[in-house]
């Protein structure tokens, strides 16, 4: 404990583990009747340890369990690194002779298994313990679990060009604070440490969809549940195939050394009117209001890509401000000429259905500002995508985004 985990002297500190162990049942100790307890009673005097140093150790069934079954030992290793040893210390495995028992065996040890499917959050608890209901909390071995219900009040969304996910945090409405379930992704966000991702599709079930690390915190604007603006914080997920760092990607790892915990605020660079005509403020005009917003997505677009190590993130996390831009040029209007007829029907949000879209895309090099987006309703957006004509449409449409970027301005 001393060693790796960190642990200082103090009435906080993990200096009783198997104190907390033995009120749990789990270890037993020899003349544990002896030892004097401390006047609020929550661990015995050193005095008293000093003087009969109890022997102690597992319970003689679980001894058997664990020396009999080496899943079941992984398994208690790997929840109890995990959540306690993050990120793992170079030789901690070796030192404790579990390099063996856990070399290629992390992700079987540990329940549950990725893809498993539960009919809602009831089944999960029941199946796993932990906190029943909240959209940020840990199953009973205390590994971070991220809840994401496509039914449910929050606009979770994976970012387009990749598969990392945009995860709004804790809070209905007003703004957020770093309590509760933001707490808990703050810490996991310092330390590097996996969690895994559970999503539920639109009438589907809720499965264990991938561990994920948090690589970036950012500040955005939404609505609350109580349908007013506020901000939201926006925890970027990377997808990573198992909790053993030797398995991330470089670019996840990169991304998690490139984060400094820095929370990027991307509320002062557009307004919730930008996005939503009736919170909007009518003494700026429409050109002002353009011109505003591509002057902070450009600039934005400029310091990223003066880094010099750019990560995905940087990459891919897309600007508000750009986005924002080119839903006020296109005054809820799907922008494609040949549209062949945009729906009218809003969002159950009270949103235009808009997709924006890079016209050439970020992927390859593309702009993050509004000269090269369009807004398109769903049926252009996927000719632009799937069409066999798209390459053509992507031709149009770039000179056309170009056009109406001019005209906005002018
Ligand atoms: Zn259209």
Not at 91 to 111: C, I, K, P, V, Y
Not at 179 to 200: C, F, S, V
Not at 276 to 303: F, G, H, I, M, V
């Amino acid at each position: 404990m001393e060693k790796y985990a960190q642990v200082e002297d103090g009435a906080d500190g993990a200096r009783y583990p198997f104190w907390a162990l033995v009120r749990d049942d789990l270890w037993v100790l020899d003349r544990g009747e002896d030892l004097v307890l401390t006047s609020r009673g929550q661990r015995p005097t050193l005095e008293s340890l000093d003087r009969f140093d109890p022997a102690g150790g597992l319970r003689e069934d679980d001894y058997s369990l664990l020396q009999a079954h080496p899943e079941a030992a992984a398994s208690v290793a790997a929840g109890l690194i995990l959540r306690y040893f993050y990120p793992l210390p170079p030789n901690l495995l070796r030192e404790f002779g579990l390099h063996e028992l856990l070399t290629g065996r992390w992700a079987d040890a540990l329940r549950p298994q990725l893809g498993e499917t539960f009919k809602d959050r009831d089944a999960i608890w029941r199946a796993y313990g932990g906190q029943k209901m909240a959209g940020i909390g840990c199953l009973a071995d205390g590994i971070l679990s991220a809840f994401s219900d496509e039914k449910g009040p929050y606009n979770d969304s994976r970012i387009p060009d990749t598969n990392w996910i945009a995860y709004v945090g804790d809070g209905l409405s007003g703004d957020p604070k770093i309590t509760d379930g933001n707490e808990l992704m703050a810490e996991y966000q310092a330390a590097g440490r996996p969690l895994r991702y559970w999503h539920k599709p639109y009438q589907g079930q809720f499965s264990f969809e991938t561990w994920a690390v948090i690589t970036q915190r950012r500040f955005r604007w939404g609505r609350g549940a109580d349908k007013e603006w506020r901000r939201e914080f926006h925890w970027i997920l990377a997808p990573v195939p198992s909790p053993e760092r030797e398995t991330w990607p470089a670019d996840v790892l990169e991304a998690l050394d490139a984060d400094t915990g820095t929370l990027y605020d991307d509320t002062d660079s557009y307004h919730p009117g930008d996005v939503d005509p009736k919170a909007r403020d009518t003494s700026e005009s429409d050109e002002d209001a353009y011109r505003r917003l591509t002057q902070n997505a450009e600039a934005n677009a400029k310091r990223r890509g003066q880094l010099k190590k750019p990560s995905l993130a940087d990459r891919f996390v897309r600007d508000a401000s750009a986005r924002a831009a080119v839903i006020r040029r296109s005054k809820g209007d799907c922008e494609s000429p040949e549209c062949a007829g945009h729906p009218k029907e809003l969002t159950t949000a009270g949103n235009p259905i808009l997709q924006v879209d890079h016209v050439q895309d970020l992927a390859k090099e593309g702009s993050d500002v509004p000269w090269n987006m369009i807004a398109l309703c769903p049926n252009c957006h996927a000719l632009k995508t799937y069409g066999v004509n798209r390459e053509k449409l992507r031709r149009l449409l770039a000179a056309v985004a170009k056009r109406l970027h001019a005209q906005a301005l002018r």
